[in-house]
């Protein structure tokens, strides 16, 4: 489907190359002229380039011709650039299976004219012309040769095309066509320009094209803005003289109701015709030629029709009358007074021009800005006012007219409601069924980026389809069909309410302390308060040490940190480790090398063939007493290695490797103090709260846990598998304090502020 028109009017006019197309809307006599016009331009001219380029042409004039005749400036904006993706990302797919030397590459320049918004964007290389005030504007500034390369449709996935802006006016000449053509037309012809009319641009690049020996029909659009309709020449400033239009005329003073008046004594008036005639260089190609009326099914034959010529003479008196006048006279007198009166106040407010939006800094920076009309126009109703007949004052009349004007009012009234009623049903009608279409556009996508941005617009578009308060099931339905949408984008898993079980409440843990859990021989071990063991049936929690305790003599403190250790927990408070012996099931203390005082901010414990590790994300270390020597200083396992990036980690996990999580979900795994490996997770939204990690041995997954709740499933090397968050029904994960899972079970126990849960997490999808 080609949307390129080749048409001689008076206004505008459009080549029949295949890189340029002009597409008009009906709708000019009440919203003001619609207009969308484009011009591509082939970096590198292939002999499949033609077809291609009338199909960059029919996206981007798809993508923008879907807006409303009342769409606002940000809307249009919105869809010039989203335009630009989709022929963009179009023409990236095409070019994904050639060679370099075989891309598509396409400069571009839209314009879209709505009523009297004009807004341009355009990637280079192409050129666009603009006067207003008779001063001329040429876009874009002279680029290098790498920049169009960088910048052109087809060249790279992201893509952000330059919009510019302004108030049109009458006269307003906008010429689109090729970089090489636009700046041959500034430089050979220069001024000449401002007085042109689209037939003498024609003419200009039709030599341009023969002095390059060009065969082929230059691609330009030219458009000269055309004067609007208007509806009378007089203006009305004062609401005494719009009175005064709608009231009878008065008689002379020495009239008497029963005598006959002469029509002499009547001065003619006489109506004007309001004949708008279009500057001359608008008219027909031919000089000397009067612009004529197109036909009536050419929607742009409005642009240059007379409404009217010549001199409309006031229809003779009426014959002459005394008070005898019926009533069925008097109640049409004033029916026809309240009509014209209500017609002149509605086109007194479908007139009027809409206040000017604030000046664009930045874009076309022109006086056009500035443009307004300050004076009220309304039609002539002298000639009906003449014939109105006159009432005598009664009280009859009086309640007869005010019957009437009542009557009149409410349907005026409800002729308004029903209007705004019926706009409000069109504009949800265009906002959701858009919505619904950059949803199927998002799940059809290849690209993440590309499908997240249409989920995003469709997601916009629903919200303002939802604020009009029309069909909120529809609404709510649409909305979860986008969540559903974004989740399979994000790899989101929503865990349904049977899935999440709350097993109960846990007692805090002190200042200064973290919260853990660990696994050991198939039980769950809990730290807060003290150091717990889950029972079997998952129900209570048993005690197993904790402050005030005595072991071998020695009071235990608030404890920091435990662990597992060769199929026994561990337990530090600060100066003291505490091993538990299952031979004898008592504890036993083994006092640390301190330097000088308890060790404090430890992150998490570990241990790994009776060494013993403490992360202290304070000092940036990671310290290590060795087995059997406990009670000398520990060692900087890492050297002050990485003493930066220690300072975010806020877990480990060791498993010959020491795997460090930090705040950012980044996990960096040293290998015998030295940093061997560093896996970030791409994911959105990005992980800024993580807080806690579990890997078990010889397992191909990782688990992180952030403070909102969710629950991330990685690969070893940081690539997503799943995300894991509460959907509905179920209670949420927030708050989260620490997560361990067991991989082959498919069971996370997570510890939140209001309590442990069990979790049962989905098996991860086929292959990954």
């Known amino acids: 489907m080609s949307y390129v028109v080749e048409r001689s009017v008076r206004f505008a006019r459009a080549s029949s190359s295949p890189y340029a197309a002009l597409q008009l809307s009906g709708e000019q006599q009440t919203t003001g002229l619609r207009l969308f016009a484009a011009v591509v331009e082939p970096l590198e001219p292939f002999p499949s380039s033609p077809e291609v380029g009338r199909r960059v042409l029919a996206l981007l004039q798809h993508a923008v011709w879907q807006l409303g005749p009342h769409a606002s400036l940000d809307e249009l904006s919105e869809a010039l650039t989203e335009a630009f993706l989709r022929a963009n990302h179009w023409l990236v797919t095409l070019n994904s299976g050639r060679p370099g030397s075989q891309w598509h ?107 390059h020996g060009d065969p082929t029909s230059p691609p330009v659009v030219a458009l000269r803005l055309p004067e609007p309709l208007r509806f009378t020449q007089q203006p009305v400033r004062r609401v005494s003289e ?148 006159r009432l005598p004052a009664s009280r009859l ?16 009234v409800v002729s308004i409601q029903s209007e705004r009623t019926s706009e409000r049903e069109q504009a949800y009608t265009q906002l959701y069924q858009s919505a619904v279409a950059e949803r199927q556009l998002a799940e059809q996508s290849t690209d993440p980026a590309i499908a997240r ?41 929503r865990l349904p ?36 063991r889950l029972d079997a049936g998952g129900t209570r929690l048993v005690r197993l040490l904790g402050p005030g305790d005595r072991v071998d003599g020695v009071a235990v403190g608030t404890l920091v940190g435990a662990t597992w250790d060769d199929g026994v927990p561990v337990a530090f408070d600060g100066s003291v480790a505490y091993r538990f012996d299952p031979t004898t099931a008592r504890w036993s ?84 103090g030295a940093l061997e490996t560093e896996a970030k997770p791409q994911i959105d939204p990005p992980v800024s709260d993580a807080v806690a990690l579990s890997q078990q041995p010889e397992r191909p997954y990782r688990y992180v846990g952030t403070r909102s709740g969710r629950i991330i499933r990685l690969r070893t090397d940081g690539t997503v598998v799943q995300q894991f968050v509460s959907g509905a029904g179920a209670p949420s994960l927030d708050g989260l304090l620490d997560v361990a899972v067991d991989d082959v079970q498919g069971l996370a126990y997570v510890l939140t502020e209001r309590g442990l849960f069990l979790v049962r997490l989905p098996a991860p999808p086929a292959g990954s």
């Open 105 to 211: 590459r396409f400069g571009a320049t839209c314009a879209l004219l709505n009523g009297k918004d004009l807004v341009l964007a355009q990637v280079p290389p192409s050129a666009a012309i603009v006067t207003q005030d008779r001063e001329i504007f040429a876009f874009p500034p002279e680029a290098d040769e790498p920049a169009r390369f960088a910048s052109a449709l087809g060249s790279a996935r992201q893509l952000q095309p330059a919009l510019y802006y302004t108030r049109s006016a009458p006269g307003d000449l906008l010429v689109l066509t090729t970089a090489a053509y636009g700046q041959e037309l500034l430089s050979r012809y220069g001024r000449r320009l401002v007085d042109a009319t689209p037939a003498q641009i024609f003419d200009l690049l039709e030599e341009l094209s023969l002095d």
């Open 242 to 389: 719009l009175l005064r239009l709608l009231l009878p005329e008065r008689q002379p003073q020495d009239e008497r109701p029963a005598t006959s008046v002469d029509g002499s004594d009547v001065d003619a008036v006489q109506a004007h015709g309001q004949t708008r005639n279009a500057p001359e260089e608008w008219a027909a190609d031919e000089p000397g030629t009067r612009a004529t009326a197109q036909p009536d099914d050419d929607p742009l034959a409005v642009y240059g029709q007379q409404v009217g010529e010549g001199v409309d003479s006031e229809p003779p008196p009426a014959a002459p009358r005394g008070r005898g006048r019926t009533l069925i006279e008097l109640i049409a007198g004033l029916a026809i007074a309240t009509v014209t009166g209500l017609a002149g106040i509605w086109q007194l407010f479908r007139r009027r021009r809409r206040p000017l939006l604030p000046q664009d800094e930045g874009t076309f920076g022109l006086p056009r800005l500035e443009r307004h009309e300050d004076r009220i126009r309304l039609p002539d109703l002298t000639p009906v006012r003449r014939q109105l007949p």
């Open 397 to 412: 009349t009086g309640l007869i007219a005010l019957g009437i004007i009542g009557a009149l009012t409410t349907t005026l």
């Open 453 to 493: 941005a249409y989920l995003h617009t469709a997601s916009q578009r629903l919200e303002r389809a939802a604020a009009l308060g029309l069909d909120p099931q529809l609404v709510t339905q649409e909305r979860a069909a986008i969540e559903r949408a974004l989740d399979r984008l994000l790899h989101v898993e």
């Open 497 to 532: 309410a049977n899935a999440v079980q709350l097993l109960g409440a846990v007692p805090p843990a002190p200042d200064g302390v973290t919260p853990r859990l660990f696994f050991g021989n198939g039980q769950l071990y809990l730290l807060t308060d003290a150091l717990y």
């Open 589 to 672: 203390a083994i006092p640390v090398g301190t330097f000088g005082a308890p060790y404090q901010n430890v992150a998490a414990v570990g241990a790994f063939t009776g060494n013993l590790y403490l992360l202290q994300p304070q000092s940036g270390q990671i310290l290590r007493f060795l087995s059997g020597s406990y009670q000398n200083l520990p060692e900087d396992w890492t050297g002050g290695q990485s003493a930066d990036r220690l300072r975010a980690a806020v877990d480990f996990e060791i498993d010959g490797r020491i795997h460090v999580l930090l705040a950012d979900g980044t996990v960096l795994s040293f290998y015998r």
